[in-house]
């Protein structure tokens, strides 16, 4: 949903829907780009870096009817590395992308908590009960029971009730702890957060790409341009500069798009 303060500019994304897009022909051009010697990226970026997400997560159904394959794993099987993660997390539906993100942060080798709070504490309310539904039919547990399961103590009450969908308020009252100062930071000025939240994914020795991929996939179509302006306040350098520096490619030039500019 839009952010408080936000809404009078009107859309604040990169990505805008393409006009007469269509999804049988979308996919002849993915087909075409994996088939015969070689892939072709440029063709795949060109396309996918032009649609905004509802107009992406389709090409799944078309190239199944189209050609009886699923797309994924045809696209797995062409891509490689970060290009191929970049590529992949921009056809999952947003409440779906969250959900397979949260399950990565719990279930990996440690929590990342820091992701938790990430995806929890910046979605709407609506957003949230979509993404706990989601969680729950596909990985068959509840996201409350998965986050308690998982974390400690003061850190789990905050999340908890963050994914109850109850105000932040509520845990700052009840929890005075440093977890709270970076739900209350996030939703007070949101791009601010996540310009910060990219700064720190790109700095120092090596790149937290799947920290990057995310923010760049799911702010792209909500407030990315309103994240470049707080980048270049706080550090003197546009986004594009940054994630230019910090990537090489094909996975480069995806990113790119997505930011969709320089500043």
């Known amino acids: 949903g839009a952010q408080p303060g936000f809404g009078a500019k009107g859309y604040r994304g990169t990505i805008k829907d393409f006009p007469g897009a269509d999804p049988l022909r979308d996919v002849e051009v993915l087909r075409k780009a994996m088939k015969g010697f070689g892939t ?22 078309a190239y199944k009817t189209t050609y009886g394959k699923d ?42 908590e820091a992701c938790l709070i990430e995806i929890l504490s910046s979605r709407s309310n609506a957003e949230i009960r979509e993404i706990t539904k989601i969680y729950k039919a596909e990985y068959g547990k509840s996201l409350e029971d998965a986050i308690s399961g998982d974390t400690s103590g003061h850190f789990r009450r905050l999340l908890v009730s963050l994914s109850q969908v109850q105000t932040l308020i509520m845990c700052i009252v009840s929890n005075h702890v440093p977890s709270v100062y970076f739900s209350v930071k996030c939703i007070k000025n949101t791009p601010a957060y996540f310009a910060e939240r990219l700064h720190k994914a790109m700095q120092g020795a090596g790149t937290k790409d799947r920290t990057l991929i995310r923010i760049m996939v799911s702010r792209s179509e909500v407030d990315m341009l309103d994240i470049r302006q707080e980048y270049l306040r706080l550090y003197g350098m546009s986004l594009y500069t940054a994630i230019s520096g910090d990537t090489s490619g094909d996975y480069k030039k995806l990113l790119l798009k997505l930011c969709g500019g320089s500043d």
């Open 40 to 61: 072709d990226e440029n063709a795949i970026i060109e396309l996918l870096g032009s649609r905004p997400n509802k107009q992406r997560v389709p090409l799944k159904a």
């Open 71 to 112: 797309l994924v794993s045809d696209l797995k099987s062409e891509l490689r590395g970060n290009f191929e993660s970049l590529v992949l997390a921009m056809l999952k539906a947003p409440a779906h992308f969250d959900a397979s993100e949260l399950r990565e942060a719990i279930s990996g080798a440690g929590t990342d």
